[in-house]
């Protein structure tokens, strides 16, 4: 089979490990644009991993590229949106980072555009992919767990650095977005309803004032009954932390380990074992795979394993959050048919 | 040293247990009297260990007894303070099972006559006992959490037997309580100001109608910034749960396990272990532990390891939760100077 | 029932534990005497104990105290034998510690005794009485394991003090005699036909000369096919572990945690836990029950848990270890019809 | 750099394993032919992967082929010194499956074959290249453990299927040889000197009488004091367990987990996870790295990571279990200067 040719958006970070991850990752795929309008970057990039991909500046350039077959998005969150909706008007499969769009207005355009273009469309909601939390959503689909009637998920960022170029909401939006798809993934079928959200600067409240957040906790009551909470701080000291927990009639299932290896020290001090303190190292195979999981979509025409409306859902919650924590008092959810699709 | 002679109020489960204790695992005090207005439950209990102890069929009449130093309050929650005014009045030092008191005013009036008759009172937050939750509040008092930013508690009864008797509330006023009180343990010195409470009946919603419930996640926020949730449910099928987790600017930590003991099977079907099932298998040692404590105070007229104060605090945060679930909003403490004494 | 007066015999750090035990844990018991011939120490640990025992200077003159139901002997290891064989002659029901005796022939002339004057006799396996290697042995006569095919049992003690005052071959007659009781336990029925044992003194080297040792491994070749190794080290920094494991046909099992408390630590230096530091701490419980079960083995006239046949067995295979040891070469263990009453 | 172009002796079972990670794995490599005698096999393996490479029935043709730079052998065992020599004399850098010979004089061929043509050779002991492995070697080596006391590596492996082909001695040479590696790395720079084996046909007694050995426990002793015991089975029901236990002066070190995921289930049975079944899941991230680090290695003209001499060691070690066995006492190996080097 043909590889996939992948236009790359974004440089930075995670574009970087998605472009050694297309380069030397997967059989499927080949890294043939990368687009990053900072000068340079692309370019350097490009010649890190030793690849022969062309250099972009402008991603609507590389979009109209007829050699690209997908493009990867990796810019920064509140331009996901447009290019999503401009890739898919040059009709390429799309893949991209989470959030698929900052606001519900934005979320319905990029759906009905990949619907109008019919083009597939893949959000990065990596924890999926995660053997950890798909075994558990697997399990949860087929019975064990009975019905879900508590779930929680957090995140934990290991550190923060600079709190100024933060967005308003990052947390909710960027941040806890992870956490309300994980919670959606493992109550699977049930709609959220309400939603109440506190927040606070504790980690550096000198930036309060200007609005920034990086603490909160959320709760969030599904139609089913089941009561979610879900948590997230900007600086956990001892590493890059994710996890979720479901209970239901039948059980519980806890998901997920900051553990680094297998190997335990026993000394004076007690016993100790090493963390892990980066989301690529902690969820390395689920980045990889998600990005799999896109490539064998698209090459053999089968549905995206989580796409626009899972990402709508997931965002109609942090909006409710962002609401909730302005109004503080908990948020109904309306779900219009347009949620239902 | 003299051993305390005990009256005991209640020949029930958690009385009987108490009662064991007493006589059995405890070298500084002996099992004096018990009191049950259940006809001939005394006398059983007496009976089934071998006792001496004398049997009352009303408690009051226990109080007037000169013989008893001091008095276990283990009848049903609702009769705990008239109980503990009673025994104070008569000069009884008092262990009380939680909850003190089911109302403000009442727990108001229990505070000021210990006072007034200048008896030790301890109540049953036994998990403040256990050492666990001991070394955890222990790490973070000396400074090792930091500032805490997110804390959690939670209670998961093994199996819901028959709601009907089950007292409205009773998820808040002697469930959650415990999460409650281990919550204001494990951020010392901080005040509870906002709470936020769902409930549902998601064990048995045929019994929602007559306010029955039996699921419940509740936040607090309290007035050093961290955000707490508590979490309860009356049917966990994998036995009794209870557990912690304390966050805070220099780490992290979890408190609890389920684990009956440090055999590991593996077999063809995976690894599995056993769990505690009972809350008096779980927390065995802490309910010895909290008697123990209690003995020793009396016997050395030192400050029983908590009082009237914490138990008043833990019971603000419940009433606050009534009226979130009533009201479907967050609700405000205020914190008077008496709730500061 | 009445409760069952004990004498003690020794009253250093084992004997005071028992004794703690007698006086305050056990409602079927109660200290009546303590022998030791160290002057003065009887009397201070029973004024320790805030005890009424009567204080002997002489062991032999408490055997003769028709006060005495039963005797508990915690002296050293070289006396048990002869101190077994005279409490029995004087019709006492007897619980030994570890060793029963340190010869064959001695452990031949005691079990001859107490058949003789039919006295129960119980050794003190206390491992046998942790739930962790209780429940282990259940489940393996229920079969869960299949056919044991390997074994495991190791002792590492906390710390070594002084080994100028150990007497020769301590490691195999004291120490590893509770890894060959388990090993014999956790493979029941099962006979020991070869054993092959290397030792050496690592930890203190400089005392090796001397005939010191502090190090062992021991490889045991059973009837039923099953090889064991038993594993000893007297100074392990990280505190008391002792574990096991055990794997067959069916699977396997594992035995055993250092684990001090359920409160685990998260921080930058990653994670960590506590870990128990003294024998007494990590087999509290289990002290505690092997007493429990004896007085009530006494009281109610049944054969106690573990008696002479198996403390002859554990022995049998600390003999061929230092026969091992001496040869240089693996030694084949006779079973006689007298090792299989 | 230009992609290292292998050749590959073996389209078995790990043989497949490892073209998939030569094409699809690893960027710096790719895959320029398959060997393998049975008919069709190489042909099959190469359109199974989609690969391009050619296919060999003879491997001393593929090692003329000049487009090959380098081998990785994956033949079976009694073949691989054979194929290393070859390869060497044409010039071909080697990876070779472990063991690398079976015989001390084979090995002493190969080594000097490869020394004489200066050609790279890695033996595959893949265990060093995983994480719970190389972090202990690496603290081990930065003195974290103090002087090692005392060592343990086990293999199980999950399922015996037909001893009819399994050769003679495979427990030693073929599955204890990693054991004997890792004691080897876990205790770097000391010297085996003594070796105590003892094995049987526990899983199938009934192909005992062909010499069929499917369990093992051996006892090593090193220069450095160390003890070690090696143990082998080859059905564990409950998945591939691989661990391993390092005691020294200043602490333990305990590697290796058989679970599968970081999900866990609690249910009315208790708790339990799921295992690994198979070496290339266990291991898997092991075996893509040790052929990463050879062709690294080989493309840097750096010194291979484990090589002719440490395979030549544990070599020693297997050759005496088998003296052992059969002679039923502990050998002693000589360090001839040979050894050393």
Chains 1, 2, 3, 4 share one sequence.
């Not at 900007?234 to 890059?240: D, E, I, N, T």
């Not at 000394?267 to 195979?285: C, E, I």
């Amino acid at each position: 089979m043909k590889k996939l040719r992948i236009g790359l958006v974004g440089a930075g970070r995670m574009g970087a490990f998605h472009a050694e991850t297309i380069e030397k990752r997967l059989s499927g795929a080949e890294l043939y644009a990368v687009a990053d309008p900072v000068s340079g970057a692309a370019e350097k990039l490009i010649h890190t991993l030793g690849s022969s991909a062309k250099a972009y500046d402008n991603p609507l350039d590389m979009f109209k590229d007829s050699g690209v077959d997908g493009v990867v998005i990796a810019s920064p969150a509140r331009t996901h949106a447009e290019n999503i909706i401009r890739a898919a008007q040059n009709g390429k499969a799309v893949f991209c980072e989470k959030p698929m769009a900052v606001t519900i207005e934005e979320a319905d355009r990029v759906i009905q555009t990949v619907n109008e273009y019919n083009v597939p469309l893949q959000v990065g909601f990596n924890r999926r992919f995660s053997k950890d939390f798909k075994s558990a959503h697997h399990e949860i689909v087929q019975g064990d767990l009975g019905t879900p009637q508590l779930l929680r998920s957090l995140t934990r960022d290991p550190v923060l650095a600079d709190p100024a170029p933060v967005p308003e909401w990052t947390i909710f939006l960027e941040t806890l977005i992870h956490d309300f798809d994980v919670l959606n993934y493992l109550n699977p079928g049930a709609l959220p309803i309400e939603v109440y959200a506190v927040a606070d600067a504790l980690v550096r409240p000198d930036f309060k004032e200007r609005g920034f957040l990086d603490t909160a906790v959320v709760t969030i009551k599904y139609d089913n009954g089941a009561i979610a909470t879900a948590e997230a701080n900007f600086q956990a000291v001892y590493g890059y932390d994710v996890r979720a927990e479901a209970f239901g009639s039948k059980g519980m299932m806890t998901i997920g380990s900051i553990r680094e290896s297998n190997m335990t020290r026993y000394n004076k001090d007690g016993v100790s074992y090493n963390t892990l303190r980066y989301d690529q190292h902690l969820l390395h195979d689920a980045y990889v795979e998600e990005l799999a999981s896109f490539v064998n979509a698209v090459q053999n025409n089968e549905k995206t394993a989580v796409g626009g409306e899972e990402a709508r859902m997931a965002l109609l919650i942090a909006r409710a959050c962002i609401e909730s924590v302005m109004q503080k008092k908990p948020i109904q959810i309306e779900h219009t048919v347009s949620n239902l699709v």
